[in-house]
């Protein structure tokens, strides 16, 4: 089974509590305006990776969480549950989930191997600058209790990013404010090209 995947970092710090790996997968149907992620839209951008290469790269992070954004990651949710399965047979890892799916749309197993989902199509209009979540319409919802002590990391003020280098590219890595995406966008000749 394979995934097509636009980027993946490990040890991030802004996209849930606990250093984590972050993978996005490509493909998206939404196509919300506004969307800081347009370019991982394509079904087609990135890579096409075997499940079990993206099991080895995870697993030789050291990380022990995992956040999946996307792209629209339920748009591949039968190679990212096969992923997370071989993966939990190893460690017991945390996992976040960024989807444009309202949670009541969902029915896959896949929604058992994640902690907590952050659901909803992006509003640019509803964007408030809530922290980690971008526009006030999406919800963070918890399906296990494993971040129940760190959940005031949720409530923290302002939005964190990091600006990562990678081989051939720069990128935003979280959820922007307003004025940090306005920012990202004047940096002429730095990130990925959805900021146009």
């Not at 790996?21 to 992620?37: L, R």
């Not at 209790?145 to 935003?172: C, F, P, W």
């Not at 966008?185 to 990925?192: A, D, L």
Request: glycine content about 8%.
């Amino acid at each position: 089974m394979k995934l097509r995947i636009s980027e993946k970092i490990a040890h991030c710090e802004v996209l849930g509590p606990n250093k984590r790996s972050v993978i996005w997968v490509s493909g998206c149907e939404k196509h919300c305006p506004g969307c800081i992620a347009k370019t991982y839209h394509s079904s087609q951008n990135g890579t096409e990776e075997e499940v079990a290469d993206v099991v080895r790269w995870f697993l030789e992070t050291g990380d022990n969480h995992l956040t999946i954004s996307g792209g629209e990651p339920f748009l591949q949710a039968d190679a990212l549950n096969d992923m997370l399965i071989q993966i939990k047979k190893v460690k017991d890892i945390g996992v976040i989930v960024y989807t444009g799916y309202k949670i009541e749309e969902l029915n896959h197993p896949l929604l058992n191997q994640i902690d907590i989902v952050i659901d909803g199509e992006y509003i640019e209009t509803l964007n408030d600058d809530r922290p980690y979540i971008g526009s006030s319409n999406q919800r963070l919802i918890c399906l296990t209790h494993r971040y129940d002590n760190v959940m005031d990391y949720y409530q923290s003020e302002g939005r964190q990013i990091t600006i990562t280098a990678l081989k051939d590219k720069t990128i935003l890595v979280g959820v922007p404010s307003r004025q940090q995406y306005l920012m990202w966008q004047t940096m002429k000749g730095w990130g990925r090209e959805d900021t146009d």
